[in-house]
């Protein structure tokens, strides 16, 4: 099993990264390491916070996370950092600005839905209420027929048939 230095990864994870993003299939024919070992370190560093979309993805196919993590990365930049982050990372400033609001938007959206949801259960309720209600009332009319069905087939066994006048 071959060691490789922490210099010689970060390297080949380097190379995973913007503006290079090289797929891992043609990273591991040029290097001669096995794609597990380079998943395995593209897992690693995407676990210490660093956005390492890699297989050739461009940026708006990154995972969310991803973007995410360079959200995080570029929040306290200024105008001239950003500029520079997005020329050494390959990615432009208004997608950066773009994920960024999406980000923000993301909890204002999960909280519409939930007061959707809830209104729509409210609706459900009152349906299920008024349904219940109308069943209740069939059942009593059903029984109250059956019953009078049960008394009119014994009062003919008792009296007899009804004779016309």
Request: charged share 35%; aromatic share 6%.
């Amino acid at each position: 099993m071959a060691r490789y230095s922490e210099e010689f990864k970060a390297s080949v994870v380097q190379k995973m990264m913007p503006p290079n993003n090289v797929p891992v299939a043609q990273l591991s024919r040029e290097t001669g390491i096995t794609e597990a070992t380079l998943y395995t370190w593209r897992k690693k560093t995407r676990a210490q916070g660093v956005p390492v979309p890699g297989d050739g993805l461009n940026p708006e196919q990154w995972r969310s996370e991803d973007k995410f993590a360079v959200v995080l990365e570029t929040a306290a930049l200024n105008e001239t950092e950003l500029s520079e982050y997005c020329r050494k990372k390959g990615l432009f400033p208004e997608q950066i600005a773009q994920w960024k609001t999406a980000c923000l938007t993301a909890n204002a959206e999960a909280a519409e839905q939930r007061k959707l949801l809830a209104e729509e259960r409210k609706q459900d309720k009152k349906i299920i209420k008024n349904l219940e209600r109308e069943l209740n009332r069939k059942d009593k009319a059903l029984a109250e027929t059956a019953a009078l069905l049960v008394l009119a087939k014994k009062a003919r066994a008792i009296w007899g048939e009804r004779e016309d006048d």
